[in-house]
Structures are given as C-alpha cells and as structure tokens.
C-alpha cells in the first residue's frame, strides 16, 4: 500500500512537553497538507506545502506550532510547550499540483492527548 | 471566507433506505466540491468530487450534483447498507487563484444504518 502514512498514531504526553508527528506523503505527490480534527468536528487547515516550500499557514497555527519539509518528501509537525487545547487528530494529505483537478489524500491521522 | 454546512446527525436509516445528506456552501467564484467518508477507526477518505456547476459525482452508489444555483452538493444513494454506516463531511476547495488550495470541511454527519 502506498497510501500517507502517519508516525505515531497515538501519542499521550503531558502539558508543557514538546511533541513531533511525522507524514510521509504519496511518493510523487509534491503538495504536503496538515489539519487538525477535534471531536465532533470537520478537519481543519493549519498549512501546506509545495515541494519544500511552506505556502500557507492559518491563524490556528500559533507560534507554539512548527512544520518542515526539509527535501520536498516527508515532513514534521512540532507542537512545543503543549497544552490541553492542542488534543486533537491531526492529519496530513497530499496532492499532486493539478490545476482544477487537485485531489487531497489523507493518512490515518495522530491522536493527540495533552493530559 | 469559505464556509460548508451539513445538517446534523446522527442520521438512522434501515437498510436499503433511501439517503440524503444534505450539504450547502458559501464561497466565492466556482469552487471544487467533494464528498469524503470516514469509517471508524479509519481515515478520511474521498468518496466523490465535483469541479464545475451540474456536474454530478459519484461512486459506489452514491451520488451528488453541484448546484451553482442553491450552493448545494447533496449526497445521495438509493439502498444503503450496514457497512455505509460511517461520518460523511462535505468539503470545498476555493477557486485557484495561484494561492489557497485548502479544503473547508463541514462538522461532518455521522449516518447509522440498522438491519
């Protein structure tokens, strides 16, 4: 299977702790995609790439929160100093750049649990 | 900005009902619309999509139509089964403007089919 993976799936830490999540993307996608989903609620963007470069960023992104995507393939999401609000899914898609026909992709997500 | 809304579940049927999610969105210009499918214990995957006004996605049974007219991406099948029971969430991509190609999700319904 090729799919995006996500490493870990689960991840328990404790409030003030620093936390990284991995994404490995479909290999010839070159978009790299990162949401967070709270229970009950739909996903929602925190910022994308093209290749290496970082597009985009929301406001939900604070400055706690840091993304890289070193050499256009896997990429990391750190949360530093994490709080009990930072318990979510999060999730990462990828896409190829395909004007009008861009299709997201997504791994099984990590659950995080600030305790 | 972009919205999506869904109507709220969860939503029960019997097997073999008939489906309608009902989806309606709010943005600028000539958005994609698509359909994605979360099974539990899975990740999202995409169910269906639609890139222009009238056309109509579909698979594994499911349908929707993009109406520019009402904003709404329905989703429908004719018969579902026990393993339809899933969360569906309605999501939109703006329209390219060279920048954002994130999706905007909607909180999702969650759908319960019983024998």
């Known amino acids: 299977d090729t799919g995006v993976s996500q490493d870990p799936r689960h991840k328990i830490t404790k409030r003030g702790q620093n936390v990284t999540f991995r994404c490995d993307p479909i290999?010839?996608?070159?978009?790299l995609y990162w949401y967070r989903q709270t229970l009950g609620q739909g996903p929602e963007f925190l910022t994308y790439f093209q290749n290496e470069a970082q597009l985009e960023k929301s406001r939900l992104l604070s400055d706690r929160f840091s993304a890289e995507r070193p050499k256009g393939s896997f990429s990391t999401l750190e949360i530093q100093r994490t709080e009990q609000g930072d318990s979510a899914m999060y999730l990462c898609?990828?896409?190829?750049?395909?004007?009008?026909?861009?299709?997201?992709?997504f791994g099984p997500g990590t659950r995080l649990l600030v305790l | 900005g972009d919205s999506v809304t869904q109507m709220e579940g969860p939503v029960t049927l019997s097997e073999e009902a008939f489906l309608t999610i009902n989806c309606t969105y709010t943005?600028?210009?000539?958005?994609?619309l698509f359909w994605y499918v979360q099974y539990p214990g899975e990740g999202l995957q995409l169910l269906l999509k639609a890139t222009k006004a009238d056309d109509k996605g579909s698979n594994k049974g499911f349908e929707a139509t993009y109406r520019k007219e009402t904003t709404s991406f329905h989703l429908e099948k004719g018969s579902v089964q026990v393993s339809d029971s899933a969360v569906y969430f309605c999501a939109l991509r703006g329209e390219l403007t060279g920048g954002g190609n994130k999706l905007t999700f909607g909180t999702g319904t969650q759908l319960k089919v019983e024998l």
């Open positions: 290999s010839e996608h070159n978009r």
């Open positions: 898609a990828s896409s190829l750049a395909l004007p009008a026909q861009e299709t997201q992709y």
């Open positions: 943005a600028t210009g000539y958005p994609s």
